[in-house]
């Protein structure tokens, strides 16, 4: 018998759902940072065996949308939800209420919901205990489940309970395959965490990243990328003075990818300006926000 589940993982900015899937999948899967609206796309991650296959949607945390990124953003929240078997909703432990706008979204799912307790060693036992039997009793889910990414004590009792709630189905997706995305968009969100971690303010959320060129050679992988800006001011702000900014985040950038290429890289980054990006429909399909 084999089983095999679509999961969407939802919850407000902030309450740590990157973080929860990259314990999940036991890798640096999804950016993170303490910034919120960290993840902006759809991204699917699968663990298989051979029993089972679960494919986890992380999505873009829920928000009420200012311009038309926001919009698509949290369209691809919702598509994720339209095809799921399971929902997840990861729920900092410090809230103790739902807001309207995840009430909204657990009322019209139809299938099992269980909320992930997260950030959960905060806590002594005693509290996780008033907090886990608290969610239980407002009715929402079928089951509460406290976590750690910091301990992930409770990963495996989590997989082997979203495993006996999945329905009966092949798998979706090859068994050498982790996620649906490509190279070049995890190397593109390593420059974009860069940029989250070290400017403040608008830039961050002003900014997209496309790897305009991969070539791999013998010894090296070559790789040129381009972050757009919306303002001739964030350009220069990003670049630095002297281009020291820039080459901080391509340093720090370039450390992941050879990580995660497992091959030394030679990177380029350079900074185009976009005028107002985030609320042109043409480049949001340029950029893979729409269809």
Not at 114 to 123: A, C, E, P, T, Y
Not at 147 to 154: D, K, L, V
Not at 210 to 218: A, L, P, Q, S, T
Not at 225 to 240: C, H, N, P, T
């Amino acid at each position: 018998m084999h089983k095999a589940a679509f999961i969407s993982i939802i919850g407000k900015p902030n309450a740590g759902k990157s973080t929860f899937i990259n314990a999940l999948m036991g890798q640096h899967f999804c950016i993170v940072s303490p910034k919120a609206q960290t993840t902006r796309h759809r991204i699917k991650g699968f663990i298989t065996t051979d029993d089972y296959q679960l494919v986890f949607s992380d999505t873009p945390g829920i928000i009420v949308p200012k311009y038309k990124m926001q919009e698509a953003m949290m369209e691809a929240m919702k598509e994720s939800l339209e095809d799921a078997d399971l929902l997840l909703l990861v729920h900092d432990e410090a809230e103790d209420t739902l807001s309207d706008e995840v009430l909204d979204i657990l009322n019209s799912f139809k299938g099992q919901k269980i909320l992930i307790l997260n950030k959960v060693d905060r806590l002594n036992e005693v509290q996780i205990v008033e907090k886990t039997e608290h969610w239980k009793a407002s009715g929402h889910f079928y089951g509460v489940v406290p976590f750690s990414a910091i301990h992930p004590f409770n990963k495996n009792m989590l997989v082997n309970f979203l495993v006996e709630l999945s329905p009966e189905h092949p798998a979706y997706y090859p068994d050498d395959e982790i996620s649906d995305r490509s190279t070049r968009f995890f190397l593109g969100e390593f420059i974009r965490e860069k940029i989250l971690f070290f400017y403040e303010k608008e830039i961050p959320y002003s900014v997209e990243v496309k790897i305009d060129n991969f070539k791999e050679e013998e010894n090296i992988i070559r790789i040129s990328a381009l972050i757009y800006v919306e303002r001739d001011s964030q350009k220069a702000i990003l670049i630095g003075k002297g281009g020291l900014a820039l080459k901080k985040v391509a340093s720090e950038s370039r450390k992941d990818m050879e990580k995660f290429l497992d091959k030394p890289v030679f990177l380029d980054v350079f900074v185009k300006v976009k005028d107002n990006w985030r609320n042109s429909d043409q480049e949001l399909r340029r950029f893979g926000y729409k269809e």
